[in-house]
Nanobody, 122 residues
Framework: QVQLVESGGGSAQAGGSLRLSCAVSGLTSCMGWFRQAPGKEREGVAGIRTGTSNTDYADSVKGRFTISQDNAKNTVYLQMNSLKPEDSAMYYC??????????????????WGQGTQVTVSS
C-alpha cells in the first residue's frame, strides 16, 4: 500500500518560488502533482514516470514548474518558480503502481496525499 506525505506549501509573492515535497512509501509507476482552487476542478500540474526522466506538464506551468524525484530519499518534488496569483490552490501529490500512460489525468492515480496549501499574492 502506497502512502504519501506532502510538505512545503506556504505563501509567496508573485515572481517568487516554492518547493513542494512528497515522501513516498511503497512502489510506484507514476507520480503526479495536482491542484485545486476553490470552486474549480482538480487539475493535473505535473507528472513523472518513476525511475525515468519522462515528465509531462500542464501548459499553464510549462517553463516555470519542474517535477523531479530523489530515489534515495523516496521523495518527489515540485519546484515552482515565477509564481503567479493564479497558482494559488491546494496542491496534492498522487501515485499509482499501475500502467500510467496519462500522467496528468486524475483517473490515472489511486493514492492521494492530504494536500498542502499554496498562496501567491500579487
Amino acid at each position: 500500500q502506497v502512502q504519501l506525505v506532502e510538505s512545503g506549501g506556504g505563501s509567496a509573492q508573485a515572481g517568487g518560488s516554492l518547493r513542494l515535497s512528497c515522501a513516498v512509501s511503497g512502489l510506484t509507476s507514476c507520480m503526479g502533482w495536482f491542484r485545486q482552487a476553490p470552486g474549480k476542478e482538480r487539475e493535473g500540474v505535473a507528472g513523472i514516470r518513476t525511475g525515468t526522466s519522462n515528465t509531462d506538464y500542464a501548459d499553464s506551468v510549462k517553463g516555470r514548474f519542474t517535477i523531479s524525484q530523489d530515489n534515495a530519499k523516496n521523495t518527489v518534488y515540485l519546484q515552482m518558480n515565477s509564481l503567479k496569483p493564479e497558482d494559488s490552490a491546494m496542491y496534492y501529490c498522487a501515485a499509482t503502481n499501475r500502467f500510467c500512460p496519462l500522467v496528468l489525468r486524475r483517473f490515472t492515480y489511486d493514492t492521494w496525499g492530504q494536500g498542502t496549501q499554496v498562496t501567491v499574492s500579487s
